[in-house]
């Protein structure tokens, strides 16, 4: 069936189906996907509708009492696609310790370890339409200039991460016409969950609770439920959801939206070659038939677990393709938007966002120039910047709570408390230290950092994990190892707050290895 503007529809309306997905990012149209052409009956719930609207996007704003974060209206997209409308779609898997429990990192560790998610990354591989061995070194390397360092002792490695051409990144543009030409599929837009109802004994959800703008209201009942609206707006909706029993379902150990965690990323250091024939093109990236590739240094497994430090990756970049690449992503398509309202004539709203855009994206342009490395006068060294991405380390007390101020629904909005550990800036410190030496002892040249005591603070991403995290005891996670939230039978939940932990791979790529995960079990289920 063709989209359904939810808008239309009667007040009081019932819709019966044998699946419900909340939410049409990444997670929520893979699993979509993954039940074309079947005999199941499945409603997709988008709060948007087909393109991003200033409007809907208010419904994202909180208050924020922890580390200072950005803009929560752009921290998730309320339309067809997601996020996806604007991620800058840089993926890799999560590395082998990621999945790990690690005695040094309290609270570490996925119920299952890194091989039980190869078969699906490599149908997310597939999805996202990634070349042959998308994160194989040795696969991208080309000659003298495209060459990756070599180190010795096993210490440091390089990993590499793909950029999906936005082709094939914008999700809600490549699922369009073959979701809307699926006759089991509907796909609501303008959809506004409200609350998730469950039965008397609160083991089972009976029916979802869902508004649009206009005011028209109507239910939503379902053999199955997925809840896949991000990693905010999955623990508000179980918060907001709260029975006689508790506050929140699967909130009985007060578990919903703590963990909450993200990538702190910043420029840490400069990095000089001792030598102008080495060649640093390899990590700076480069394009190819289905894409483009970037690499970046790490520490190897075994390195981190004999330091006992958290994960880290550090991009070695000319500081002008920082700006380059800041440009491109957003302010230059902001550019293209507005020039196009202006000519097509389009309601000033757009113009408004385009705008917004341009302005959010200034700041990050200024900033990178902020960070351009100093001319330094000891020649012959070649200089590179090097970008760090952070794993943080899973953190109870950095929680995603519900506050008293109200949305246009009447719903209560969120507060964020981010919050970043000692035990996070320690490990960075510690793992610089490793890098610089390890640079040094295969004749690359030096490593310089911030001689003060290096403190994480800073954030350039929106991913937001952890919030209705994954553990086999309910006393120590949201959901069990199928993505079902603990003690109710039909509740499902999708994308990077179930993680346990985060590495530092952008989360997309894990995000939708769970969706077909969570889609196989699914299909038994509903058999």
């Known amino acids: 069936m063709a989209f359904i503007d939810a808008r239309t529809l009667p007040d009081g309306h019932r819709i019966e189906s044998d699946l419900c997905i909340i939410g049409s990012g990444a997670a929520g149209l893979a699993i979509a996907s993954e039940f074309k052409g079947r005999s199941q009956r499945v409603v997709l719930l988008e709060s948007g509708g087909l393109e991003v609207d200033p409007k809907i996007q208010a419904l994202n704003e909180g208050r924020i009492v922890g580390l200072p974060y950005l803009d929560l209206r752009r921290a998730w997209l309320r339309a067809f696609g997601g996020t996806t409308n604007h991620w800058t779609a840089h ?42 061995h998308p994160f194989d070194v040795e696969a991208w390397e080309q000659g003298d200039r495209y060459r990756a360092w070599r180190f010795e002792g096993g210490q440091v490695r390089t990993l590499v991460v793909q950029v999906v051409p936005i082709k094939h990144a914008r999700l809600g543009q490549v699922f369009r016409k073959s979701i809307a030409a699926d006759k089991k599929i509907d796909t609501y837009l303008f959809a506004t969950v409200q609350e998730i109802e469950p039965d008397g004994s609160v083991q089972r959800v009976l029916r979802l609770r869902v508004a649009t703008p206009t005011g028209n209201a109507f239910t939503v009942s379902s053999r199955c439920y997925v809840l896949a609206a991000g990693g905010i707006e999955n623990a508000r909706l179980l918060l907001l959801s709260s029975s006689v029993q508790q506050e929140g379902l699967g909130n009985q150990n007060d578990l919903v939206g703590r963990f909450f965690a993200n990538h702190p990323e910043a420029g840490v250091g400069q990095l000089y070659l001792s030598d102008r024939r080495l060649k640093s093109d390899f990590y700076s990236g480069r394009r190819h038939r289905d894409g483009s590739m970037r690499a970046a240094l790490a520490l190897a497994d075994g390195a981190q677990r004999e330091a006992e430090l958290l994960n880290a990756r550090f991009h070695p970049t000319r500081w002008i393709d920082d700006l380059a690449r800041t440009w491109e992503s957003e302010g230059l398509r902001a550019l293209r938007g507005i020039f196009r309202d202006l000519t097509a004539h389009r309601p000033r709203a757009d113009l408004e966002r385009h705008v917004a855009n341009l302005i959010v994206d200034m700041d990050a342009l200024t900033s990178a120039a902020s960070d351009r490395p100093a001319p330094h006068p ?46 996070d800036s320690v490990s960075v410190q510690r793992t ?44 120590q996670g949201v959901v069990d190892t199928t993505c079902r939230v603990h003690g109710i039978a039909n509740l499902f939940v999708a994308g990077s707050s179930v993680f346990p932990t985060y590495g530092t791979a952008n989360p997309t790529f894990t995000i939708l290895a769970l969706a077909f995960r969570l889609s196989d079990h699914l299909r038994g289920v509903l058999t």
């Open 91 to 132: 993926v890799r898997p999560l590395d082998p310790i990621d999945f790990e429990p690690r005695p040094w990192v309290p609270h570490s560790g996925w119920p299952f370890r890194s091989a039980a998610l190869t078969p699906f990354y490599a149908r997310a591989q597939r999805f996202l339409q990634l070349p042959e």
């Open 432 to 475: 610089m230290e490793i890098l610089a030496r390890e640079v040094g002892a295969a004749g690359l040249g030096r490593v310089r950092f911030p001689d003060r005591n290096f403190r994480l603070s800073q954030t350039q991403s929106y991913h937001h994990m952890g919030t209705t995290r994954m553990h086999e005891d309910p006393k």
């Open 378 to 423: 000891e020649q012959p060294f070649t200089r590179t910047r090097l970008h760090a991405v952070v794993e943080q380390a899973p953190n109870p007390d950095s929680r995603v709570t519900l506050g008293d101020d109200r949305d246009q629904f009447g719903q209560r909005r969120v507060v964020l408390d981010w919050r970043l550990g000692d035990r």
